[in-house]
């Protein structure tokens, strides 16, 4: 079987080869008289990669046609359903607007042909804005009757998925340039979904997209402070403890915290010994973790949720981080005695 294999792979190598020769001559025959074959082959790359990044461009506008024309149907599916329910007087006593004036509110992304929209600063496209509309309107109608539910069908979850990604997408790649209400709006629509009640497997990838916004917000949360302004840091801080409401993404934000925390007293105790120099970005984004982690251990829903092993852990892994530098580093010991005195171990 091995011979067989490698008498394959040969063959493969060969054809290439003869591939690359072929392609090779076909170049220099078909050059211009005023061009060198290597100028030639040079230019018929470049066409080719600006044909490329076109196919991606317009492959990312039909996306974004498909999600749109995806959401209409979901729109067409709840003003269904709210007409249903009206007819039944179902929710006579506690919907107060009509299913009309509702529909009026549902909004969906545009077409890819509508321009960029300003709003009240940064350039922020039209179809976030109206994505995070949509994740809001969705989670109303939702929460109205979970028992009839527009998103019981696998194609109805598939577009709260990719609306929940296209969003959280857009966060991640212009978080600097989204004005701080218009992102806790959006991240208020992302907890929204993730904290819904719909079937598992549509939960674990909802939450997955949502820890992506998480270490997203981590990244720049630590970084230090006279990288960007303080009042910035604080928004994402304040986002982060926000989406760990949910307890599944909580814990992984705790343990993040920590290895970071670790690493920083590896980066001390090696600096101890005189075995590297003092790494001052490190040094701060470390201390930027404490705050972060003592922000959310001094919250009351975080200790009711990390009592028994899980608290048992951190805390060996916070104690550990003390070994050999408690002398040299004494303000870093205080803080860990501080964090180990949330944990509320039983």
Known sequence: MDSTTSDCDTADVNYIKRVKCAVAIAVIRNKPEDMSGEQYAKKLRETLQKREEDWKREAKRLEVELLTAKQELVKLKAEETFHKWDSRNLYAASIETAPDQFSDHF???????????????????????????????????????????????????????????????????????????????????????????????????????????????LKKALIGG???????????????????????????????????????????????????????????????????????????STRENIKGEVAETMKEQLESSLLHITESFPLFAHYVWKLNSYMNIK
């Open 107 to 217: 909004f969906t992304p545009p077409s890819s042909s509508e321009t960029i929209s300003s709003m009240e600063g940064p350039k922020i496209h039209r179809e976030f804005n109206n994505g995070i509309r949509f994740l809001h309107c969705a989670m109303c109608l939702h929460n109205h009757n979970k028992t009839m539910s527009v998103f019981k069908t696998s194609e109805s979850l598939d577009v709260l998925e990719n609306s929940l990604t296209s969003v959280v997408d857009h966060l991640l790649e212009n978080l600097e340039e989204i004005p701080s209400k218009d992102l806790n709006w959006a991240v208020e629509g992302v907890l929204k979904v993730v904290s819904s009640d719909l079937n598992v497997d549509s939960e674990k990838k909802l939450e997955g997209t949502c820890w992506r916004l998480i270490q997203g917000l």
């Open 226 to 300: 006279h990288n960007q302004p303080y009042k910035y840091q604080e928004t994402l801080i304040s986002q982060i403890l926000y989406l760990c409401k949910v307890k599944s993404l909580l814990i992984p934000t705790l343990k993040l915290l920590i290895h970071q925390i670790v690493k920083l007293s590896e980066m001390l105790r090696q600096y101890t010994n005189k075995q590297c120099d003092l790494n001052v970005a490190q040094y701060e984004n470390g201390c930027n973790a404490f705050n972060i982690l003592e922000q959310l251990l001094s919250l009351s």
